[in-house]
């Protein structure tokens, strides 16, 4: 029974690898961001009609960029898992990380332009302070697994931001 458990948990964090660790910090700094512009708009909320058509417009195409990005990812991942082997195509030839990478610098501001509330995107700092500390742990996992093929990538491909090396 405890193999099994231990078994799961690898499965599982193999699966999500460290991502919970990364987006619980941003999806509650983003709550508390969100609870902030609602208590006190005249200091969490962009002033009104700040660049509104603008913004909104600028938000919504984020937002839809980071679920883009996000389904992408994940297809590709799911693809990849299933035939054992690493991913250097498509969304991951952008970044090494697609999915961090929507939430963090897609969605997350994004949301702070559609909303006007500035405060969301401390969910983006939140999370990539996290990202900075549980990333390591993925590539560590990612290296073992791949190994020099994994080291070449990874020194080819930013980790977030897409961004040409």
Request: hydrophobic share 55%.
């Amino acid at each position: 029974m405890e193999k099994e458990e231990k078994n799961m948990g690898s499965q599982r964090e193999m699966f999500f690898g460290q991502g919970p660790k990364m987006i619980r910090p941003a999806m509650l700094a983003a709550a508390l961001g969100g609870a902030a512009a609602w208590a006190w708009p005249s200091v969490f909320l962009f002033p009104a009609g700040f660049l509104q058509p603008l913004r909104a417009l600028i938000g919504w195409m984020l937002v839809l960029a980071a679920f883009g990005l996000y389904f992408w990812g994940m297809v590709r991942l799911l693809r990849a898992m299933k035939e054992d082997r690493l991913d250097t195509d498509g969304p991951f030839a952008l970044v090494r990380h697609p999915m961090y990478s929507a939430w963090l610098v897609f969605l997350f501001p994004g949301l702070a332009l559609v909303t006007g509330a500035w405060a969301i995107v401390a969910a983006s700092v939140a999370g990539w302070f996290a990202f900075r500390r549980w990333a390591p742990v993925e590539e560590r996992s990612m290296l073992d697994r791949f190994g020099p093929a994994y080291e070449r990538y990874r020194e080819q491909v930013p980790a977030l931001i897409p961004i040409p090396r």
